[in-house]
């Protein structure tokens, strides 16, 4: 099976826009999960979709949003850009959740904020 | 809150030495516990899990086992490689309706030849 995929993998966005990150899980899986990775703060959960309903979320602020379509596939979006959004994005799927199911991450977009 | 610490890093070894590194939890109830590794360049992956209370994890020679009484899930190798340099995270999943998967700081490996 492919496994997951983001795209894109870096993107160079100006302090207010807004951003759009995609997230392909593995085939069969309905659980997409999304994370923030940084120096600083290290990993941390954003939030987590199954079956295009948002079941978790985690402590950031409402500029951060998502969504999930019928085929799994998942977006994050990121508005009114901040420097400290500069991160390196993680998605994740599993079959169920998070409910103690392997999480298989993809490779990751790194978003810089300039 | 549900909280990982685990030891801070970066740990420099040398090759067929033997590695700890600790992580405790603070939670309410039995989470999941896992070890993820990101090796450089590669995306996170999950090294080893345990679901309940004594129950031990074990891939690739590296292991930890699930200690309710000191809330403590250490993970343990006998003897590194130089492969095995990566970046390691300690996680639980504490489920519930507002489940979360909650990750420690992580900690740096080298292993020296």
């Known amino acids: 099976k492919a496994g997951v995929t983001q795209t894109p993998r870096y993107l160079i966005k100006t302090r207010g826009q807004q951003v759009t990150l995609s997230c392909s899980p593995i085939s069969g899986h309905r659980s997409v999960s999304w994370y923030q990775q940084t120096p600083g703060q290290g990993l941390q959960f954003l939030f987590e979709y199954f079956s295009e309903t948002q079941r978790n979320k985690g402590n950031f602020p409402g500029r951060f949003s998502g969504r999930q379509f019928s085929n799994s596939r998942s977006e994050m979006n990121v508005s009114t850009l901040e420097l400290g959004d500069s991160a390196l994005y993680l998605c994740?799927?599993?079959?169920?959740?998070?409910?103690?199911?392997?999480?298989?991450f993809g490779p990751g977009t790194r978003l810089t904020v300039l | 809150g549900d909280s990982v610490t685990q030891m801070e890093g970066p740990v420099t070894l040398s090759e067929e030495a033997f590695l700890t590194i600790n992580c405790t939890y603070t939670?309410?109830?039995?989470?999941?516990l896992f070890w993820y590794v990101q090796y450089p360049g590669e995306g996170l992956q999950l090294l080893l899990k345990?679901?309940?209370?004594?129950d031990k994890g074990s891939n690739k020679g590296f292991e930890a086992t699930y200690r309710k009484e000191t809330t403590s899930f250490h993970l343990e190798k006998g003897s590194v490689q130089v492969s095995d340099s990566a970046v390691y995270f300690c996680?639980?999943?504490?489920?519930?309706?507002?489940?979360?998967?909650?990750f420690g700081k992580g900690t740096k490996l080298s292993v020296k030849p």
């Open positions: 345990a679901t309940k209370a004594d």
């Open positions: 994740a799927s599993s079959p169920k959740g998070l409910d103690g199911d392997t999480q298989y």
């Open positions: 939670a309410t109830g039995y989470p999941s």
């Open positions: 996680a639980l999943y504490y489920g519930g309706s507002q489940g979360n998967l909650i």
